[in-house]
């Protein structure tokens, strides 16, 4: 059974920085892509960042610049560094993997960021 479990959300000043993680368990597990998506209130889930397992990254217009997606291939691990945070970063943080040789999705469940001005 895999599982994604985020972490890092918040409370911060527009201007601050936040560090979210997500781990990933299971047995034998072979991750693909993983990446960022976010839901702002009211909006649809758009993307954030993702990164390849051979580290190759990219990210939505709005995050370009103030945040960065990282992972450690050997712990199942993701970050995602904020920096300069907005009043319109503000939302519900999910993490995804693309798993296995089928590269079926696996969500984790949601970590909120909420960014004050």
């Known amino acids: 059974q895999v599982q994604l479990v985020e972490s890092g959300g918040g409370l911060v000043q527009a201007g601050g920085s936040l560090r979210l993680s997500c781990a990933a368990s299971?047995?034998?597990?072979?991750?693909?892509?993983m990446g960022w998506y976010r839901q702002p209130p009211g909006k649809q889930r758009e993307l954030v960042a993702r990164?390849?397992?051979?580290?190759?990254?990219n990210y939505a217009d709005s995050a370009q610049g103030r945040f960065t997606i990282s992972r450690i291939n050997a712990k199942n691990t993701m970050y995602l560094e904020m920096n300069s945070l907005k009043p319109e970063d503000t939302a519900v943080y999910y993490c995804?993997?693309?798993?296995?040789?089928?590269?079926?999705?696996?969500w984790g469940q949601g970590t909120q960021v909420t960014v004050s001005s």
């Open positions: 995804y993997a693309d798993i296995g040789y089928r590269n079926d999705d696996y």
């Open positions: 990164v390849t397992s051979g580290g190759r990254t």
């Open positions: 299971g047995s034998s597990l072979s991750i693909n892509r």
